[in-house]
């Protein structure tokens, strides 16, 4: 069971980076319009010109947009588990040197194997994927290959990983961001602690 999607390319690519992108950001992108808008800088007829300016906007706050640009290679998705830690997730989205973005979502039912209607698309973006990132492939069966082919890049990925930066200031706290500036009235009475 999975969502695939592949869209050829025609925004700009900036950047060869790798995001982690938080699990209900991800399965945002399952919508064939953000895919449309993410891999496409100019506005087809099929959408209206605010409703594609306010995915582009979602899309530059996923950090997957910078200006016009896309800003990634690979995006990964991850959730949050009960022990305050951190769970990557089955899922990929990959630009191809081919100018090809690759969705691909294992937990999403809308194909199954042995019954699939993308099943040659599905091959390809797997053998593209593993072919530029140098995996090899063993198995027949495309969604093992799949699970195959997360589960390297994803060990990878954290292997080579010395250290995760977010920016402190856009972390939300209870009820406010974290080191807002204050702002001091005169004559307000000051507690020092």
């Known amino acids: 069971m999975c969502l695939l999607r592949v869209t050829n390319v025609t925004r ?25 808008v993410l891999s496409n800088d100019k506005r087809d007829g099929e959408i209206s010109k605010s409703y594609f300016y306010f995915i582009a906007d979602k899309l530059r706050k996923m950090g997957l947009l910078l ?12 959730a949050l588990n009960d022990k305050r830690g951190i769970v990557l997730k089955d899922g990929i989205i990959y630009i191809t040197n081919k100018k090809q973005l690759i969705y691909f979502d294992m937990y999403d039912t809308t194909y199954l194997c042995g019954n699939c209607s993308v099943i040659l698309s599905c ?10 990132l140098g995996i090899k492939i063993r198995d027949d069966n495309p969604n093992l290959a799949w699970y195959k082919i997360l589960e390297s890049i994803q060990r990878a990925l954290l292997e080579a990983s010395m250290s995760l930066k977010l920016k402190l200031g ?4 209870g009820n406010r961001i974290c080191c807002e500036e204050e702002v001091i009235r005169e004559n307000e009475p000051q507690v020092n602690l």
């Open 170 to 173: 856009e972390i939300p706290f």
């Open 123 to 132: 091959v390809q973006g797997l053998k593209q994927i593993a072919y530029e």
């Open 67 to 78: 200006d016009n640009a896309i800003s990634f290679k690979v995006a990964i998705p991850y």
């Open 12 to 36: 700009p690519i900036i950047s060869n980076d790798i995001i982690l992108l938080k699990d209900d950001a991800f399965s945002r992108l399952r919508d064939e319009v953000y895919i449309r």
